[in-house]
């Protein structure tokens, strides 16, 4: 017998059975609502409808069939059609791609009536997902109100304030008055619009349950009874506004019933489990079809079945390099009613009476067949599917089980939004993306599952733009540019290990292609590592080397970043070492070496590709993407040997110092429009393209060599480049942009007009914001919002460094260089800043710009009732710094003195 409490209102399920404190954010403005079904569902891109997932299996919505169906599209994140990445030239044609699995719909009827209209919410504290479907039976209802022209309200009369008297066609929606009585049908005005033109009034009317007052609500006052929503449950009267007089009603009354169902993800180990929790909150009983089925086309076979009352489909990927099969199944608690299977899919029928609950579990689990053994036949692949079939129903959660799932999902996400937040109250555009960033990512990532690609972990479709692979001169990296300040470090586990399973199998035979090659690397890894633009799982080349030798480079700048933000020396000896050594060695060998006089030289990047296939300009010299990688890797390895984390052999540490104090530098010259300095792409030939993908961008981030510590020169050249590129909006850049214009200081105001106007017009409610070249990657921008009010990648602390101080913020738990934890507020209508607390990680030094010395004030440092002594050093040519010796686990205020 199913346990839980009724569910009131949109009552999650999780909400009963979660424990301990929760902390008060997300702010429920940052859930996403819909009240007009998703759009661009299915897609072989971004999806715009509610989002489930946890780093392993991806759930989301979308409706069909004129609004009568519902979807439901399951995908994980290791489904894939593996091609045979052995085939010479590695052709588009042979590239593997990631792949949709099928999903569970929903057909919803009552009576003769028409479809329902759907609804949504997406609640990211929880990670569930809420959806409503409304019916409307044509039978009368209550809305029998006729308003009056005065501002009493008495019987069957209501007062309207404000009253829409000199307001024209411009003005489409007023609030009426929430206070004043309320009949025993349980039937409320809420709110209304009005076309002054045509004079047609439309009030709303929702159904409420009534608190502390028995069976009526006779009056709402701010001590009396309290009159709550039961859910989206409505109805609509349609009213003519005369110009004298009364009201009078005027169309049909219809009054609405609904569905409304609470939908989640949880994991117990190799099987992931969706649970719908659907509650019929109308008059009358509904009809629901609910089909489980699967996509069947030539890249892989669907089959569909019931067994044991349950409703199941499977999907093999038939790749030629590695099979791999998913098993859909769902059944229905206390089932009684119809299995059947038709048209491919599994079907299970049933009735749901009105004030009823039915709670529906469908598992996804898939196996991977071993690399390159592809099955023998139909008969090996068939046993395949029954082995899995049986796996999954003997692995479905009991209720006991489910209750201690839901409750481990809910800790693992009330854990994750302690770790960090901020609170942007004027600016709530901002608010809403980072926070709906922060869950696609935890959403599609996490430890001991395969990464997501382009499109994260909801495919709907057999072809994915772009394959939907792990694209290397942007993609793969971009979505987690914003991990290392927001505290979630974590979650780049799964793009480690791709990176590393190519570097491992593949990275040297890459590198060869171009005769670079040595003896012995660290460990397992290839002693030097190239690698192409695109990859897939495994290690596996996707297609087509693109001319960019800066790849690999560009893949290693994510380990560079782990260590310098947690200070983990096991990870940067036995994980990012390897690596850093092997791509530093593929520099070593790849650079050319000129003369430049006088017994002077410099390492010149002669021939490389700034543009995928070199487009636009042939072969580029000293691309800035490539001398801002270099300098920044080497660099990193010579920090670490000084610190003797790491030991390196003499000779390559000496090359390594001798490249990076002669590099060729980052390309700058003069845009011939304006004649400003500027910051360009290559070295050679001369570009520039205002409104294009602005790639010279690279060197102020990832590049990290640009920013408010550098020469005036460079850092003047470097905002003339933001200003003068234009580029704000260039569709395919919205993660270089914003990051590099925080770094080079731009007008903060501009700045945060410029992101504000374009996460208003491309997110969607779902938090997926929508460019035209790729996916999750949009999430990655969380580091320009990060950065106005904290940066640290300099060595020392800078507070709203590019924050406009007249507007308040605060943020607590952003994660600094040094591996310290900081927290910081600043009040906009006093200008000064409070709460700044540091908590130190691993005791290394902390640094600081003080954050009060615009009025000459000092500063002081107190842990546990003392004040800590302090040495003012200076760093990257900023004086003045205050520096002190810090504690593991010790937190540390800063006040002014």
């Not at 593996?82 to 949709?100: E, H, V, Y």
């Not at 390559?652 to 002669?662: A, S």
């Amino acid at each position: 017998m199913w346990t839980f409490a009724p569910m009131l209102a949109l009552l999650s399920v999780s909400k009963q059975l979660r424990a301990g404190p929760s902390t008060p954010l997300p702010p429920e403005s940052a859930n996403g609502v819909w009240t007009q079904p998703p759009q661009q569902c299915p897609s072989s891109k971004q999806v715009d409808g509610p989002l489930l997932g946890n780093g392993n299996v991806g759930v989301t919505f979308c409706v069909s069939n004129g609004g009568s169906q519902l979807d439901m599209y399951l995908s994980n994140n290791a489904f894939w059609y593996f091609s045979d990445d052995n085939i010479p030239g590695r052709p588009d044609s042979n590239a593997s791609f990631t792949m949709g699995i099928g999903g569970v719909s929903f057909v919803l009827s009552k009576g003769k009536d028409s479809a329902p209209s759907f609804g949504f919410t997406q609640d990211i504290k929880h990670a569930e997902i809420s959806w409503v479907a409304k019916f409307s039976n044509g039978s009368a209802g209550k809305c029998q109100i006729i308003g009056n022209w005065t501002n009493e309200r008495s019987g069957d009369k209501m007062a309207l304030t404000p009253f829409p008297s000199s307001a024209g066609p411009s003005s489409p929606t007023f609030i009426w008055n929430n206070t004043g009585d309320v009949s025993k049908d349980g039937w409320r005005y809420a709110n209304g619009t009005v076309d002054y033109e045509t004079g047609v009034v439309r009030l709303d009317y929702h159904r409420i349950e009534a608190a502390g007052c028995g069976e009526e609500c006779t009056q709402i006052t701010s001590s009396g009874c309290i009159c709550h929503f039961q859910g989206e449950l409505s109805q609509q009267c349609v009213l003519t506004m005369p110009d004298t007089g009364s009201w009078t009603k005027n169309g049909n009354d219809k009054k609405e019933s609904a569905l409304i169902a609470v939908v989640g993800l949880v994991q117990d180990g190799d099987v992931a489990t969706i649970y719908t929790n659907v509650t019929n909150i109308g008059d009358e009983a509904v009809e629901i079809a609910m089909n489980t089925w699967a996509f069947n086309n030539s890249n892989g076979i669907a089959q569909a079945g019931v067994k044991q009352g349950t409703a199941w489909a499977s999907r093999s990927a038939m790749g030629p390099d590695q099979h791999v099969t998913a098993m859909i199944t769902s059944s229905i608690m206390s089932h009684t009613g119809e299995n059947t299977i038709s048209d491919g899919k599994a079907w299970l029928n049933y009735t749901l009476a009105k004030s009823s609950r039915q709670v529906s579990l469908h598992t996804l689990k898939i196996q991977q067949g071993q690399r390159g053994v592809t099955y023998e036949n139909e008969t090996s692949r068939l046993s395949v599917v029954t082995t899995l079939l049986e796996d999954s129903l003997s692995q479905r959660p009991h209720v006991d089980k489910l209750q201690h799932l839901i409750t481990t999902s809910s800790e693992f996400w009330t854990e994750f939004w302690a770790k960090s937040w901020l609170s942007l109250p004027s600016r709530p555009a901002l608010e809403q993306y980072w926070f709906r960033s922060q869950y696609i990512l935890a959403s599609s990532n996490r430890e001991g599952y395969t990464a997501p690609g382009l499109w994260g972990s909801w495919l709907t479709s057999d072809t994915p733009a772009w394959h939907g692979d792990y694209t290397l001169n942007y993609n793969f990296q971009a979505p987690y540019y914003g991990v290392f300040s927001s505290n979630h470090v974590e979650l780049l586990e799964p793009y480690f290990e791709a990176v590393l399973a190519f570097a491992k199998r593949q990275g040297g035979i890459d590198a060869a292609g171009y005769n670079c090659s040595c003896n012995t690397g660290v460990g397992d890894m290839p002693c030097v590592v190239h690698m192409p633009g695109h990859i897939a799982p495994g290690g596996r080349v996707n297609h087509g080397d693109m001319g960019q030798h800066t790849d690999a480079s560009f893949a290693a700048l994510h380990f560079v970043n782990y260590y310098k933000y947690t200070l983990n020396k096991t990870f940067a000896k036995q994980v990012s070492y390897p690596l850093l050594k092997a791509v530093a060695s593929w520099w070593t060998c790849w650079l050319v070496k000129n003369s430049t006089g006088n017994g002077n030289y410099v390492y010149n990047d002669a021939t490389d590709c700034t543009r995928e296939q070199c487009a636009r300009t042939g072969n580029d010299l000293n691309p800035a993407i490539a001398i801002t990688y270099i300098k920044f890797i080497f660099t990193h390895l010579i920090e670490l040997s000084e610190e003797r984390v790491i030991t390196p052999p003499t000779n390559e540490l000496n090359k390594w110092i001798d490249i990076n104090d002669n590099l060729a530098p980052i390309p700058t010259g003069v845009e011939k429009n304006s004649g400003e300095s500027v910051l360009l792409c290559e070295e050679d030939p001369y570009y520039w393209q205002k409104g294009d993908n602005p790639l010279q961008f690279y060197a102020l981030y990832p590049g990290e060599q640009i920013g408010l510590s550098s020469t005036s020169s460079l850092l003047n050249a470097a905002r003339n480049t933001v200003l003068l590129m234009d580029s704000w909006d260039q569709g395919n850049a919205f993660c270089e942009t914003f990051p590099a214009a925080v770094r080079a200081a731009l007008a903060p105001e501009m700045i945060l007009s410029q992101l504000t106007d374009i996460i208003e017009r491309q997110m969607p409610p779902n938090g997926y914001l929508v460019q035209n070249g790729g996916g999750i990657e949009t999430a990655g921008s969380t580091i320009a919002i990060n950065e106005m009010l904290l940066q640290s990648w300099e060595g020392f602390l800078r507070f709203f460094p590019v924050w406009p101080l007249n507007e308040s913020a605060s943020f607590v738990g952003l994660r600094a260089v040094g591996a310290h934890l900081v927290s910081a507020a600043v009040d906009g209508k006093t200008k000064t800043f409070s709460n700044i607390s540091i908590l130190s990680e691993m005791g290394s030094k902390c640094t600081i710009l003080n954050p009060f010395a615009s009025g000459n004030t000092g500063l002081k440092v107190i842990a546990n009732g003392q004040t800590i002594p302090t040495t003012t050093v200076s760093i990257r040519g900023q004086d003045g710094l205050f520096q002190w010796n810090t504690s593991v686990g010790e937190t540390y205020n800063v006040v002014p003195a």
